[in-house]
Nanobody, 121 residues
């Protein structure tokens, strides 16, 4: 079974930085879309950032200029660099990959288990 393992979450003061990582158990080299979503208590899950196979970047307006998404196909990992964090960034962050190749089999619409980010004012 393919896995996405997230790490890097935690508690940080407002204005601080965190770097989230999401490591896939298979190959992401042919993945078309890799993304980070977040879900705050009582709110719907929302797109934070997305990177396509061609390198096209998309960011939520609320994080533009502060967050950066990147991918390392060789390491099978997608990152989210978060700077100038605000209390409203507090949420569980999830990584998403549209397709992963592992053991000669494709796995579609893969989600990580989530990592908590808490920004203290």
């Amino acid at each position: 079974q393919v896995q996405l393992v997230e790490s890097g979450g935690g508690l940080v003061r407002a204005g601080g930085s965190l770097r989230l990582s999401c490591a896939a158990s298979g190959s992401i080299g042919s993945s078309n879309v890799l993304a980070w979503y977040r879900q705050a208590p009582g709110k719907q899950r929302e797109l934070v950032a997305r990177i396509t196979r061609s390198g096209t970047l998309t960011y939520a307006d609320s994080v533009k200029g502060r967050f950066t998404i990147s991918r390392d196909n060789a390491k099978g990992t997608v990152y989210l660099e978060m700077n100038s964090l605000k209390p409203e960034d507090t949420a569980v962050y999830y990584c998403y990959v549209d397709q992963i190749l592992m053991g000669g089999r494709w796995y579609f619409h893969c989600w990580g288990q989530g990592t908590q980010v808490t920004v203290d004012s």
